[in-house]
């Protein structure tokens, strides 16, 4: 378990066809503004452990035994991955959240030996972990090294390895970013950490074992997205450590390849243009597909673009938007233009001037919006103005305003928008993963 909840009985392994191994996504982290990678802590006297941190968002453990024999494949190898909480331990106090360093047991009397004999099978062993609990940012602003929360877990996980004592590894995101399980970032930066691009992996015979896996009782599915994500066979801690079988539980997060349509499906029914000067205004919520829309269907037209994340004010807006029909260019209004009161400022411009006015409604349910938000802050080259991650309120807030647009306001027309992927192989492959 990742960051707290239930859990229950087993599910099988489930395999798919994994993806291709890596793929250089350009992180939004300054990599060179990590600590050295894999600095040991003293130059004299190289301690088994030594960390790292990537930005304020992933925190990276490798324990290096004294005295260890290499038993992993120098090609195609076998990777045994576990999460941590509820899988590889759980709290001795029998809260949620540990109340300190030492507050640990082994999850199931048969873990540390299990783990032994992965290490002796050639196994590398590594675990992802998502730990929002942990915190760094405020630490690194106030100059400072580690906080309290990452104090606690390099403890834990010292104790944890060192009881162990294999040659493994740990990743633990702190935040809501790439690296968040069920997201690939820390799966792909482990991959970067030991060359398995060039060395490869035997996806057959690796696994995630994890308790996030979307059974009845469980938190969440992002145990299980994660291995579907790498490609990995899937196992619960109960069918892992303790042979307990059961039937797949369904993934309950949000599965985006409903929208991925086959290449005659994919085209979507062109925009036309009704008048020669024609005001157009956008009605959707954030991260829908709005500017993705004007890209494709509008600016290829010669509509204008006039977008408040870019203008910063309705004001400027306002004005930009009269200048361009003042000077015969049609335009599009691409904000979220939530309510009948915000759309009447665009219907009261069009009016003034003797524009036509149209309404395009972006019909994106707020799941596959999450989903577009996360694609689009963790890709930059899916994200041509830079977009960083919106806040859920966001969403919220356009759901609290929303009220759907009507031809009787004004309009000439409302064209309803349904969202169909459109993208290269590449982009499908990434945006076709569980993100959230
Ligand atoms: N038709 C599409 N096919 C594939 N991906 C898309 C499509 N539309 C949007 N996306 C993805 O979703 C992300 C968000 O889309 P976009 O920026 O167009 O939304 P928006 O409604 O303009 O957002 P905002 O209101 O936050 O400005 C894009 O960066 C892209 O990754």
């Known amino acids: 378990m990742a960051e707290g909840g239930a859990k229950r009985a087993a599910s099988p392994t ?38 790292r941190i990537v930005g304020t ?86 100059g400072k090294t580690d906080s309290k929360s990452l104090t606690m877990f390099k403890e ?46 035997d996806h057959k015979e690796s696994f995630f074992v994890g308790d996030a896996a979307g059974r009845p009782n469980d938190h969440s599915a992002t145990d299980l997205g994660f291995a579907i994500n790498a490609g990995l066979p899937f196992k619960t801690p109960e069918e892992f450590f303790k042979g307990v079988v059961e039937p797949p539980a369904p993934v309950t997060l949000f599965n985006p390849t409903a929208y991925i349509k086959t290449e005659s499906e994919s085209v979507p029914i062109p925009f036309t243009r009704k008048h020669p000067l024609e005001l157009v205004i956008f009605c959707g919520s954030p991260a829908s597909g709005k500017s993705t829309y004007f890209k494709n ?64 409604h972006f019909l994106s349910p707020p799941d596959l919006c999450r989903h577009n938000n996360a694609v689009r802050a963790a890709n930059k080259e899916l994200n041509p103005e830079a977009r960083t991650s919106l806040p859920g309120i966001a969403f919220g807030d356009f759901k609290r305003r929303f009220k759907e647009p009507r031809v009787e306001e004004g309009f000439v027309d409302v064209t309803d928008v349904e969202f169909r992927f459109q993208g290269d192989e590449e982009a499908r492959r990434i945006w076709g993963q569980f993100w959230v």
């Open 14 to 51: 489930r395999t798919i066809s994994p993806p291709p191994l890596r793929r250089k996504v350009e992180s939004s982290i300054n990599k060179a503004s990590a600590a050295s990678f894999f600095a040991p802590t003293s130059q004299k006297k190289p301690k088994p452990i030594s960390w």
């Open 57 to 142: 968002e992933l925190v990276v453990g490798k324990y290096t035994p004294q005295k260890t024999s290499d038993t992993t494949a120098e090609k195609n190898r076998k990777i045994a991955a576990f999460d941590m909480d509820s899988t590889l331990i759980k709290t001795r106090s029998g809260n949620t959240f540990p109340r300190s360093a030492d507050d640990w047991q082994w999850w199931d009397g048969s873990v540390a030996a299990k783990l032994g004999s992965l290490h002796e099978e050639g196994y590398q062993v590594v675990i992802f972990s998502n730990q929002k609990k942990i915190s760094i940012q405020k630490e690194i602003k106030a």
């Open 156 to 201: 834990k996980l010292t104790a944890i390895m060192s009881a162990l004592n294999i040659p493994m590894s740990v990743y633990a995101a702190t935040q809501a970013t790439e690296y968040r399980k069920p997201r690939l970032g820390m799966w792909r930066e482990f991959i970067d950490d030991y060359d398995l691009d060039v060395i490869g992996i």
């Open 297 to 360: 269907n509008l600016e290829p037209l010669g509509y204008e673009r006039v977008n408040q994340d870019l203008l910063k004010t309705r004001p400027k807006c306002v004005k930009v938007a009269r200048e361009h029909l003042e000077a015969n260019r049609s335009v599009a209004i691409d904000n979220t233009n939530a309510d009948p009161e915000t759309r009447l400022v665009w219907i009261a411009l069009a009016k003034e001037l003797g524009v036509p006015i149209r309404c395009v």
